[in-house]
């Protein structure tokens, strides 16, 4: 049986790195950004357009009316949304893998024994981490966390039928402030081994 993990994260929240290492701890694949250049491959839209609209829509109704892609009118951030929903299936099907946000729990609600995370951290801790590790500055740095976790709420329950951070999406959620990046990763590698025994 496969290891399929996601992580869905607040921003800020270590949710990247917590994914990598725990990838690197189970020797499965890891997908984040690297899914965006999958979606272009299996849907021939250029890969720049998904950078530019990762995890979050236009909601502007002139942008919506004179970017359409294929036929029917299909507004081209729907396009988008489907492409990703498509890759995320295509590798899920192929390999063990850990998939970073994109909807992913989603897109896998009908694969057997996924094992959906979702990383939290006081708003604080994810201000501090913005600055000192995405180099967002100071002055700028909670609106800015802010105005992800929004793009990201907005994107996830327009496309989906669930509540983006909602306890019962998830089969564990975790505060990494708690144990530190490591020691997150040592009890979701320890979760992960008893889920998929």
């Not at 993990?5 to 890891?30: C, V």
Request: proline content about 2%; some cysteine.
């Amino acid at each position: 049986m496969r290891k399929i993990i996601t992580i869905s994260r607040q921003y800020a929240s270590g949710g990247r790195e917590i994914g990598q290492k725990l990838s690197e701890r189970l020797g499965t694949g890891y997908y984040d950004h690297e899914l965006l250049e999958e979606a272009a491959k299996g849907s021939g839209i250029h890969q720049s357009h998904f950078v530019e609209n990762d995890e979050k829509r236009t909601n502007s109704f002139l942008y919506l009316l004179s970017t359409t892609y294929g036929q029917g009118g299909v507004p081209f951030d729907d396009s988008l949304f489907f492409a990703t929903l498509n890759a995320v299936r295509k590798i899920a099907s192929e390999e063990d893998c850990v998939i970073i946000g994109r909807c992913a729990d989603y897109a896998l609600r009908d694969f057997e024994r996924v094992l959906n995370i979702f990383i939290t951290a006081p708003l604080d801790v994810r201000v501090k981490r913005a600055v000192e590790v995405y180099g967002i500055a100071e002055k700028h740095a909670e609106d800015y966390v802010k105005r992800i976790d929004k793009q990201r709420i907005s994107y996830y329950n327009y496309y989906t039928d669930k509540r983006w951070g909602q306890p019962q999406n998830y089969q564990i959620c975790l505060d990494s402030s708690a144990l530190g990046i490591d020691g997150t990763v040592d009890l979701l590698e320890k979760f992960a081994e008893e889920y998929f025994k």
